[in-house]
């Protein structure tokens, strides 16, 4: 299978998104939560989408209440969330699970392709660690998402050619994505 043999359910109309629409372009799927440390993380996904965008890149916002009940509101508040303090463009998809019995098949496809390989260093990689290690001592070993705004950036062919946790650099983020634009 491929990334393009997937969709995903859209908040507004209650339809699927094919990726197969996506098809040629660089996209960014990203599981998101408006009450997060790492919300702030819209600012810089809307301005990567703005700067982008008309060059193919696509964003799929994928908002997910696994996390600490980070994201509790319904798709609609989520959404008016999201477009009143961030002024998100891209598509919002419908709230779901990323991980676990009724995770996504988008998600399962993406960690088997991309597995965690670690926050990196400093003190909020040490705190996500620690974190982590509290509610499974092997976390390290699960390819699982571990938190919310863990971004997978797929390239035009379909590849999925990165996996950034949520304590990267957005900037990092951007320079993948500005390398297969």
């Known amino acids: 299978?491929?990334?393009?043999?997937?969709?995903?359910?859209?908040?507004?109309?209650?339809?699927?998104?094919?990726?197969?629409?996506?098809?040629?372009?660089v996209i960014i799927v990203v599981n998101t939560a408006t009450g997060c440390g790492f919300t702030p993380h819209y600012k810089d996904l809307?301005?990567?989408?703005?700067t982008?965008?008309?060059?193919?890149?696509?964003?799929?916002d994928v908002p997910c209440n696994q996390f600490n009940g980070q994201t509790p509101g319904t798709d609609d508040?989520?959404?008016e969330f999201c477009t009143?303090?961030?002024?998100?463009?891209?598509?919002?998809?419908?709230?779901?699970?990323?991980?676990?019995?009724?995770a996504l098949p988008l998600f399962e496809y993406l960690k088997?392709?991309?597995?965690?390989?670690?926050?990196?260093h400093g003190p909020v990689a040490i705190a996500m660690n620690q974190m982590c290690k509290k509610a499974d001592k092997n976390f390290k070993n699960s390819p699982d998402i571990k938190w919310n705004f863990t971004k997978?950036?797929?390239?035009?062919?379909g590849?999925?050619?990165?996996r950034f946790e949520p304590t990267a650099a957005m900037k990092s983020v951007e320079a993948c994505v500005e390398k297969l634009i």
């Open 112 to 120: 088997s392709q991309k597995g965690f390989e670690g926050f990196g």
């Open 1 to 25: 299978m491929s990334i393009y043999d997937y969709s995903v359910p859209m908040a507004k109309d209650g339809g699927e998104l094919s990726l197969r629409d996506y098809e040629g372009k």
């Open 46 to 50: 809307e301005a990567i989408y703005e």
């Open 77 to 79: 508040e989520i959404h």
């Open 152 to 157: 997978f950036v797929i390239d035009r062919e």
């Open 52 to 60: 982008y965008h008309d060059q193919g890149l696509e964003i799929i």
């Open 159 to 162: 590849n999925v050619v990165a």
């Open 84 to 102: 009143l303090k961030y002024h998100t463009q891209f598509p919002q998809m419908k709230k779901s699970d990323v991980n676990g019995e009724n």
